[in-house]
């Protein structure tokens, strides 16, 4: 299949040319035409399996199409994402796709944590397709500064994080907003019940498309390394060093984890950023253009930050804490691997956390060989903490024993706390 046989116009393949995409992904194959029908889209995918130019491509060929807009400051086409990375990222990839569109594509990115007011000047200087945050956009729109009652196609990225992010207020409050009749496309990498539910709501009749698990992530070979907690840290030092990697995503649980081992790492040498909530847009930015411009090879991220991250050649995503959720397991290593390159993700497992693992393992579907580096070996005696004491060499209590005394502390079975809420 080639993009030629979807029916794309010459100005969208010479874009494609220049970004020496080949062949459509799957998702574009299947999606581009359903698109270009007019129909509405439910499309079950992570990133990295191309959804973006699945719905940017055809969206630019029928915006071009259209006849002359009445208001130039209208907008078309409305994407909405759950954070400012991923609105970046996304705008970018509508600008390089539109960079030879007969009459010109304005593409502007909405988002918090950056000056409105500049916002508000490039939406009156004309404006066909927005890629917006939930926050921002509502903001616009009580302040009557963004025109959306021309708008044709509306786009919910990462349907699932906005929801798991607590936007569904404000997108209630958005598609109010917008007129009634106008093509819907959602994409969303699980379906929970309540993306279930805003599909059910949103969309017209809609086509689904389901890209598994296994056909997006193929390319990434999986491994999982027993450790002890307290060698987790010169573990990975010598993984950095002994194996030649090149970008290095590493994921923590908290912010202060990533802030710790961003530090310990660097004052041994080894060159790493965190990257987290806590740091500003502008920081953010700063330190995502030093790691794609391969300025530094190592970030060290949170869950949230790291969303929207997408960096084509990563070549190693290291779950240093594991992640909370099989889903966050699938969207972390989604991040190596991307669009038919191979990238490997290595989870570090300690006594704490097998039990976890396995869980993650099922309902990924997944079974991953254990391995030991030697020198580092996970040994029959792990650290058994008591609370205000240090850490005491023991033996480890049984699981049952240890589920026991979690529930009588009406204690959830994993350590983190709740989702979003150091991240
Ligand atoms: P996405 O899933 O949309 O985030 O895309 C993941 C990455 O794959 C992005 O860096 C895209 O630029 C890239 N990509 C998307 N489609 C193709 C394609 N057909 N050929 C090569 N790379 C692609």
Known sequence: MSFQSLNLPDYLLE??????YTQPTKIQEEGIPIVL???DLMGEAQTGTGKTAAFALPTIKMLQELPQKKKKTSVLALVLVPTRELALQVSKAFKSYAKYTPRETKVISLIGGEPIEIQIRGLRMGVDIAIATP??????IEREEIRLYELEILVLDEADKMLDLGFSEELEQVFSKIPEKRQNLLFTATMPEKVEALSVSILKDPTVIRIE???ASTNIEQRAIEVNEDKKRSLLQHLIKSENWEQ???FVASKRSARNLAGKLSKNGIKASDFHGDLNQGERSNILNKFKDRKLNILIATDLAARGIDILELS???NYDLPRSAKDYTHRIGRTGRAGASGVAISFITYET????KLIEERTNNSINREQIPGFEMNGEAPV???GEAPKKGKRKSKKDRLKEQKSKGKPSFPYKKMGDDL
């Open 385 to 387: 903490k008591v609370k």
């Open 354 to 357: 097998q039990d976890h693992f």
């Open 37 to 39: 029908e007019g129909q």
């Open 135 to 140: 926050g921002r956009l509502l903001d616009l």
């Open 316 to 318: 190693c995503v290291i």
């Open 248 to 250: 290095t995503l590493i």
């Open 213 to 215: 698990e296994d056909q």
């Open 15 to 20: 874009a494609l040319d220049a970004l020496s």
